[in-house]
C-alpha cells in the first residue's frame, strides 16, 4: 500500500494513535471512512461516465493490454528477429 511495507504502516497507525489520542481518534476514522467511501463514489461515476461517452464498442476493451510498463524493448527486438514467418518473396525477378 502506497509503498509501504506492513511493519511501517503498523508503525504509522500507532504514532497517529498516540498524537490523536483516544478522544480525537474516533472522529478522524470517521472522517477517513468517509473519504475513501467519497473517492470510491467518484472512481464509480468516472467509470459509468467513461463507459457511457466510448459507447458499447469499448465495453469489453482490455485497460491492462495498454499498460506500457509490460513492453520490453528487448523481447519486442527479439520476437521481430526470430519471426517464424518470414516475408512473402516479391513478384519482381532480382537483376
Avoid: C
Amino acid at each position: 500500500m502506497f509503498g509501504i511495507g506492513a511493519e511501517k504502516f503498523v508503525v504509522l497507525l500507532i504514532i497517529g494513535a498516540l498524537v490523536l489520542g483516544p478522544t480525537k481518534l474516533p472522529e478522524y476514522a470517521a472522517k477517513l471512512g468517509h473519504l475513501v467511501r467519497e473517492v470510491r463514489r467518484m472512481a464509480s461515476g468516472a467509470r459509468e461516465r467513461l463507459n457511457e461517452e466510448l459507447g458499447p464498442d469499448f465495453q469489453d476493451l482490455d485497460w491492462g493490454q495498454m499498460d506500457p510498463r509490460q513492453y520490453d524493448p528487448r523481447r519486442i527486438i527479439r520476437e521481430a528477429l526470430t519471426d517464424d514467418n518470414p516475408p512473402a518473396p516479391s513478384d519482381t525477378p532480382a537483376t
